[in-house]
C-alpha cells in the first residue's frame, strides 16, 4: 500500500465510508488547534536510546523527501480520499536520525509520538518502516494547517486515523511496549479512553479491520459510527488555520 493509486475498482477497507473533503477530527474535541512555536523542534528520546536530544525540525530539510497520494480511515468509520502528502519516509528519519543513537545491545520494539496538544500513541516499529509511512510538513503541496497537524504529523495511511499523529513534539524509542497515556485533550476524554470501549488495537491496520484491541471491528462500527458526528462538530467549532510559517 505504498501508493494509493488503484488499479480497478476503488475500494475503502472494511466498514468504511467516504466523507466529503477532509475534516478536522480527533479527541482535541473543542480545542482549537495547539500554537506552533517559532522554531518547532522535537523531543527524541526514550528508554532504548543513549541520550536524548532536541532536533529542531529544520534538521528535517537535510533528508530527502518523498510524496504519497493516499486515503485516510478514521476508526469512527469515515474515509477521506486521495490526500497527497509530503514530507521525510519514516523509514529514512530511523535510520538517519533513531538507529545511530540506539543504545547497544538494545532493540527498539515501539515508539511513542507525543503532541502539542497532549496526545500521544504507542505505534509498534514494524508498523513504521514501511515505505507510506511518512513525516509530512505538506498536505496537497502547502504547510500543514493547524486543523491538520501542524507543524508535522505522522502519516501511516495504511493504520487507522488515531496512529496518524498531528502537531508532533516528541519521538521516544521504547524497548518494551510502554503504558498507554492517552493524553487526549481534556479529563473527561481522557477517561473516556481508558474505558474498554476505546483501547486501541496495537497495530491499527485499516484492512484487517483491528478497530479495537479486544473486540471484533465489524462489531464495533454501527458504536463508532454513532458517535461521529458530534465529534466531527466539536472538532469543526474550533478549526483554525494556523500554517507552519
Ligand atoms: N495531536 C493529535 N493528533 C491526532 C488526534 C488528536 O486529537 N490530536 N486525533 C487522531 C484521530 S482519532 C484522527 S481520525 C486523525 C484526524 O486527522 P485530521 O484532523 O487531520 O482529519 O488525527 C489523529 N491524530
Ligand atoms: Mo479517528
Known amino acids: 500500500m505504498a501508493n494509493a493509486t488503484r488499479i480497478g475498482s476503488r475500494t475503502l477497507p472494511p466498514g468504511q465510508r467516504k466523507v466529503e473533503g477532509f475534516p478536522r477530527f480527533g479527541t482535541h474535541l473543542h480545542k482549537p488547534p495547539p500554537a506552533v512555536p517559532d522554531n518547532p523542534t522535537l523531543e527524541i528520546g526514550g528508554p532504548a536510546l543513549t541520550a536524548a536530544t532536541t532536533m529542531p525540525l529544520t534538521d528535517l530539510d537535510a533528508l530527502p523527501r518523498t510524496q504519497i497520494t493516499a486515503d485516510f480511515h478514521c476508526v469512527a468509520g469515515w474515509s477521506a ?3 497527497s502528502w509530503e514530507g521525510v519516509s ?3 528519519f530511523y535510520r538517519e536520525v533513531l538507529e545511530p543513537r540506539v543504545a547497544t545491545g538494545a532493540s527498539v520494539t515501539h515508539l511513542v509520538f507525543r ?21 509530512a510538513d505538506l498536505l496537497d503541496g502547502r504547510p500543514l494547517t493547524g486543523s491538520h497537524g501542524a507543524p508535522l504529523r505522522l502519516v501511516s495511511p495504511g493504520q487507522y486515523g488515531f496512529v496518524n499523529v498531528k502537531h508532533l513534539c516528541a519521538i521516544e524509542a521504547h524497548k518494551q511496549a510502554p503504558d498507554e497515556n492517552f493524553g487526549a485533550a481534556s479529563g473527561l476524554v481522557r477517561l473516556a479512553f481508558r ?6 488495537h496495537p ?3 485499516v484492512w484487517q479491520e483491528e478497530r479495537h484491541r479486544y473486540l471484533s471491528g465489524r462489531a464495533l462500527r454501527p458504536v463508532y ?3 461521529t ?4 462538530k466539536l472538532s469543526a467549532r474550533r478549526a483554525g488555520r494556523r500554517p507552519l510559517r
Open 225 to 227: 459510527r454513532a458517535l
Open 90 to 92: 519514516f523509514a529514512t
Open 195 to 200: 474505558l474498554p470501549l476505546f483501547r486501541r
Open 229 to 232: 458526528p458530534s465529534i466531527r
Open 81 to 83: 480520499t486521495d490526500l
Open 115 to 135: 503532541a502539542l496538544d497532549g496526545y500521544d500513541c504507542v505505534v509498534c516499529i514494524e508498523d513504521l518502516l514501511g515505505e507510506d509511512v511518512l513525516l
Open 203 to 205: 497495530h491499527a491496520r
